[in-house]
């Protein structure tokens, strides 16, 4: 439940701009409405990305302690999972709008690369010094999906060693199958998020066209999955 409301909070956080270019070809975007868009589209981003972690240690306990698993993942407990989350990707990324209005922005059009406020994006076209908007860009980057990602093929790593544990090849089956539809989940976020985060750190020479369809990847291909 919480994987599928936070890919609905994604999604509608990038529709009402992404629908008013496609059906009315409207371009425009008020300073502000930028900023409550891109805080929402990545607090959404880390949202997604530790629901993933919870699901990978909701995975572990099902598979090494089947018979407690019921006592350990109690609703009261998951509740303070969900709400830890939530308090988590909110206080990582509530400094960022204010980091991007200290900044002075180029007069005339602020062109972007995207139909929606994307971090990078945005701290681009400020004509001052973006030091410090990259660096704390780099440590929410690192510290919410960067961790995120490493516990999660750590608990993968766990699960394999029991699982390789088990008596008999049928039962292994068994158990891996359980997990399949979690690692594709995990697949189809991670690797259009940090190819677009690559992309906009190593790839601005390429053609306008393929960092569109990658942020699209992004944010429209994991929801409707």
């Known amino acids: 439940s919480m994987l599928a409301l936070t890919d609905a909070g994604l999604a509608l956080s990038t529709l009402p ?9 409207y ?5 502000n409405a930028c900023l409550v868009q891109m805080f929402f589209l990545h607090s959404f981003s880390v949202v997604e990305s530790s629901v993933l972690l919870a699901m990978s240690f909701d995975r572990f306990v ?10 350990v993942l ?4 998951i509740l303070r999972i969900g709400l830890a989350i939530v308090a988590r990707a909110t206080l990582c990324l509530f400094p960022v709008p204010f980091l991007i209005k200290r900044l002075n922005f180029c007069p005339g059009d602020n062109i ?4 929606f406020c994307f971090h990078p994006d945005v701290m681009r076209c400020a004509c001052a010094d973006i030091t410090i908007n990259i660096c704390y860009g780099l440590y929410v980057v690192v510290s919410t999906g960067g961790i995120d990602s490493l516990l ?4 993968y790593t766990f699960i394999l060693c029991t699982v390789m ?18 690692i594709l989940a995990v697949f189809v976020f991670f690797v259009p998020a940090i190819t677009m985060s690559m992309m906009h750190r190593f ?23």
Do not use: K, M
């Open 203 to 225: 790839g601005r020479h390429l053609p306008h066209i393929v960092h569109a369809l990658v942020a699209y990847a992004y944010l429209v291909i994991p929801p409707v999955l």
């Open 152 to 155: 999660i093929i750590l608990s």
């Open 74 to 77: 109690t609703n009261n407990v």
């Open 27 to 31: 371009r425009l975007i008020g300073f």
């Open 165 to 182: 544990g088990l008596a008999s090849p049928r039962e292994r089956i068994q158990a891996l199958n359980t997990c399949v539809s979690h």
């Open 17 to 25: 701009t992404t629908l008013a270019v496609l059906w009315f070809d």
């Open 112 to 115: 972007l690369s995207h139909s």
């Open 62 to 71: 099902a598979i090494s302690n089947p018979l407690r698993y019921s006592a």
